[in-house]
C-alpha cells in the first residue's frame, strides 16, 4: 500500500508535466486543427532559453523562468507565421506533415548548436530537499510543480471558460468561418492561442528541468506523443478534458513503470500506446465533450 | 435623415475560383426596408449572402454598405460596421452554450452595459432562449436553434441583417413566430436581407423582392406586386 502510495505521490510532477503539455497541445489542435509534431521543440527550446541564462551567463533563477517563458513563446509565434499560417485552411495531414518538418529543423539545428548531451539544469537551494509524511518521502519541488500547475490550470481554465477571448477560441475550434462573421478576427485569436499554447510549454519546460535537473535537445520527442495522445483523450480542443487527461496519463505511465517487471522493462513506452488505442476502440471522442464539429 | 441605400450591390459577379455562380446582380436595401431575394435551390442566392459579409470576394461590380466600398474586406471588419448574419443551415456554435453563443454574437461590442442591454432585449423576443441559456446549442430543437441564429447575428445592434433561409426545415407555427419577431425587429430600424425559398413568408413581410434564377436577377418589384403576380404565384408560392 505505502508503495503505490509513494509511486502516486511521485507521479505528480510527471503528471503535471504531461498535464501542461496537453494543455497547451490541445488548444491549437482544437483551433486549427493542427496536429503540433513541433510542440515538443517549443518546449525544449524554452528549456534551452533557460539553461543558456542560468549556466551560459549564471543570472538569478527568476531570469531563468522568464527567459523559458519568453523562450518558447518565440519560437512557438515563429513556427506560426513561418511554418502554419502560409497553409492556412489546409487540411490537417498537410499541417501535420508541416510540423514535423519544423520539429526535425528546429531540433537539428539546436543539437547542432548545442549537441544532444545532457545540460545541467541548476535548481535552486529553496527547491530542493524533502518533506516526510510517515513513511512517504514528498519531494519539495514536486509540491511545487503540482501548486503552480493547480494555479495556472485554474487561469487557463477560467480564460477559455469566461472570457470573450476563450468564447471566440472555442467558438473557432467549431465553426471559424462562422466566428469571423460574427465579427471575431481570427488571425488576431490564432496568434494569442499560440502564445497561450506556448506558454504553457515554456512552464513544461521549467518543470522538467526543476524535476530531472536537467535538459536536452531530444527532449521534446517523448512528450509530444503523450501530448497528442492526452488531447485525443481528453477530448480535442477541450483544456479541462487535457489536464485530467494529461494527469491521468502521467500517473499511469508512472504506475504502469513502478510494478513492471524488470525483465520487461523494455515495454515501458507502450503504456501510453495501450490508453491511445483504448480510447479509440471505446470513446473516440474522448472522455470529455471535443470543442471541434 | 439619409436617403442613401445602406445596401448596394451593383452588377455584382460572385463565384468560387473560377466558377462565377451569380452575375449582373444589383439591388439595394433601403434604411429600415425589408428586401427578400426569392428562388429555388442551387440557384446562387446564398452566394450572394456569402459575398456580402465577405466570406467570398466578388469576382466583379461593386459592393457598398453605408456608402463604403466593402468589397475585398475581411468577414470580420465587415460584421464590425454592423452587418448582422443568420446562415444557412443555422451554423449556431453546438459546443457552446446558449449564453455563449450570444457573447460570440456580441462580439463587436466593447461595453458590457450594451451586452447586458442587447441581451435582455434578445431574452424579451425569444424567451425559449431565456429558459434554456445554459444550455448546449447542439441540443437545441431546429426552430430554437433558428431563433439563437437569429438572436446571435441580431445581438451586436446591426444595422443590417442578412438572413439565408430562416424558415427551412421549420413548422409553419414556427416560421410564423420567425416571420413576426422579423417584423418587430425591422420596427427598431433594422434593415433586414432576406433570402428565402418559401416565398409566402417573406413576400407577406417584405416591402421589396427580386427572384433569382440561374444566377441572375429574373424579376423584382414590391412585395405586393408579386404577391399578386400570376407568374410567380405559379412557380414560387406552390411551395408552403
Known amino acids: 500500500m505505502n508503495y503505490l502510495l509513494q509511486q502516486l505521490i511521485n507521479s505528480l510532477g510527471w503528471g503535471s508535466l504531461n498535464a501542461m503539455m496537453a494543455a497547451g497541445y490541445t488548444l491549437t489542435f482544437g483551433i486549427i486543427g493542427l496536429v503540433n509534431f513541433a510542440h515538443g521543440e517549443v518546449m525544449m527550446v524554452g528549456a534551452m532559453a533557460a539553461f543558456l541564462t542560468l549556466v551560459i551567463w549564471e543570472l538569478p533563477f527568476w531570469v531563468g523562468c522568464l527567459a523559458a517563458v519568453v523562450g518558447s513563446i518565440g519560437i512557438g509565434l515563429f513556427i506560426e507565421r513561418i511554418a502554419f499560417r502560409p497553409l492556412r485552411g489546409a487540411g490537417m495531414i498537410t499541417l501535420f506533415i508541416t510540423s514535423l518538418a519544423a520539429s526535425f529543423g528546429i531540433r537539428t539545428l539546436f543539437i547542432m548548436l548545442f549537441t544532444d548531451k545532457l545540460k545541467q539544469f541548476p535548481v535552486p537551494k529553496y527547491l530542493k530537499g524533502v ?7 514528498l519531494f519539495k519541488k514536486t509540491i511545487i510543480i503540482l501548486l503552480i500547475t493547480v494555479v495556472i490550470g485554474a487561469l487557463l481554465l477560467y480564460f477559455v471558460k469566461y472570457t470573450k477571448t476563450g468564447a471566440a477560441m472555442r467558438a473557432m475550434s467549431y465553426d471559424p468561418e462562422i466566428a469571423a462573421t460574427m465579427g471575431v478576427n481570427t488571425e488576431k485569436v490564432i496568434v494569442i492561442t499560440f502564445i497561450v499554447s506556448s ?19 531530444s527532449m521534446g520527442v517523448l512528450l ?3 501530448a497528442f495522445i492526452a488531447s485525443v483523450l481528453g477530448g480535442i480542443g477541450n483544456v479541462f478534458g487535457a489536464i485530467i487527461a494529461g494527469f491521468i496519463l502521467g500517473v499511469g505511465e508512472t504506475l504502469f513503470v513502478a510494478y513492471l517487471p524488470d525483465s520487461l522493462v523494455g515495454l515501458r513506452p507502450l503504456f501510453v500506446w495501450i490508453v491511445f488505442f483504448a480510447i479509440l476502440i471505446f470513446r ?5 465533450r471535443p470543442n471541434i464539429r | 435623415m439619409n436617403s442613401d441605400p445602406l445596401l448596394q450591390l451593383i452588377s455584382l459577379a ?12 444589383s439591388l439595394h436595401v433601403g434604411r429600415g426596408e425589408i428586401v427578400t431575394l426569392l428562388g429555388s435551390n442551387g440557384v446562387g442566392k446564398s452566394t450572394i449572402l456569402r459575398t456580402i459579409t465577405g466570406q467570398i470576394r466578388p469576382q466583379s461590380g461593386r459592393l457598398r454598405y453605408i456608402g463604403r466600398d466593402i468589397s475585398g474586406l475581411p468577414p470580420h471588419q465587415i460584421a464590425s460596421m454592423g452587418v448582422g448574419y443568420s446562415p444557412e443551415g443555422r451554423r449556431i456554435f453546438g459546443n457552446l452554450t446558449v449564453y455563449e453563443n450570444l457573447v460570440v454574437g456580441a462580439y463587436r461590442l466593447t461595453s458590457k452595459q450594451s451586452f447586458q442591454d442587447n441581451l435582455n432585449w434578445m431574452y424579451t423576443l425569444f424567451p425559449r432562449l431565456k429558459e434554456r441559456n445554459a444550455q448546449e446549442a447542439e ?6 436553434q433558428q431563433m439563437l441564429a437569429i438572436a446571435r447575428a441580431l445581438i451586436s445592434r446591426p444595422h443590417l441583417l442578412l438572413l439565408d433561409e430562416p424558415s427551412l426545415g421549420l413548422a409553419p407555427v414556427v416560421v410564423q413566430r420567425i416571420a413576426e419577431t422579423l417584423l418587430q425587429i425591422n420596427q427598431t430600424g433594422v434593415s433586414i436581407f432576406l433570402v428565402e425559398q418559401n416565398a409566402n413568408m417573406a413576400l407577406e413581410i417584405s416591402h421589396y423582392a427580386l427572384v433569382l434564377d440561374n444566377g ?3 424579376h423584382e418589384g414590391s412585395a405586393k406586386q408579386l404577391l399578386e403576380d400570376p407568374q410567380i404565384a405559379d412557380i414560387y408560392l406552390g411551395f408552403d
Open chain 2, 139 to 144: 441540443t437545441l430543437s431546429g426552430g430554437e
Open chain 2, 216 to 218: 441572375r436577377i429574373v
Open chain 2, 14 to 25: 460572385s463565384g468560387y475560383g473560377k466558377k462565377i455562380i451569380v452575375r449582373d446582380i
Open chain 1, 131 to 137: 518533506i516526510l509524511i510517515g513513511d512517504l518521502i
Open chain 1, 284 to 288: 473516440p471522442s474522448g472522455l470529455f
Open chain 1, 199 to 217: 506558454f504553457l510549454a515554456g512552464v513544461a519546460a521549467l518543470f522538467w528541468g526543476i524535476k530531472f535537473g536537467s535538459a536536452q535537445c
Open chain 1, 224 to 226: 509530444v506523443v503523450n
